[in-house]
């Protein structure tokens, strides 16, 4: 058997194990109908609600389907990844589900993938459909550069899972979870953009706001819905539009970096007793 032919089954053995875990988790979720219900309407109904104050409008776009999609873009990586992740994976560590896992053939980062792997769907399912609303009910525009999104979404996701991962291991029980999620759910909300631009900021906060993990995610996505950014709102053509991607690409890469050297260090895979 060649070395090519090895990788092959290996990686696709790997698929089927994250698969696999991915479908128990989802059914776990399923029977949970109160993470269900936070992963499913909670962020629209976040975004219905800062649509009524006038939140979505403080970022001074033309287009209101876009704006409406990156909030829900927001809200999404935050409620249906981030804090139900954290949820997840303290509930498993603690019914010592994570524990029994590690003695069977999967990886750490197929259990944490498969595990992620639910949450994640709705997230994006969730995003999927707002854009199909918002280009059929709101009338938006074709994307100024639309590869963007995936990068928003990919990197963004991936951000945010670490940080789960990150937030799970200080966290005792599924109850505190409302607690230590705090800081990583409103700080970056707060200064994401969504709520009033950051050009009202002195520059040494704006300059703290664009470092926090949620504001590339809107940057990236104001650039491939819109083509503008954050500072001025001024339109960009195409090609000056992934020159403006490069800055909010760089801080994910370093929060994706940070994020999964934190994970494997401080990760806890049995109870905190």
Known sequence: MSAGTVTVSSSRQSSHRVAALARAEGILLWRNRLALLNAVILPA???GSLKSFGGLGASGAHDFGAMLLTGLTAFALLIAVYYNLVTAMVARREELVLKRLRTGEATDGEI???TAAPAIAIAWAQIAVAAVAAVAV????PPANAALVPVALILGTAVFVLLAAVTAAVTRTVQLAQVTTMPALWLPLVFSGLLFPLA???EPL???AEALPLTPVMELMRLALTGTTAAGGHHLGLAASFGAAAAPVLVLAAWTIAGAWAARRWFRWEPRR
């Open 138 to 141: 709101l009338g938006l525009n």
């Open 45 to 47: 109904a976040l975004v």
């Open 206 to 208: 704006r300059w703290v």
């Open 112 to 114: 944490l993938a498969g």
């Open 200 to 202: 009202m900021l002195p």
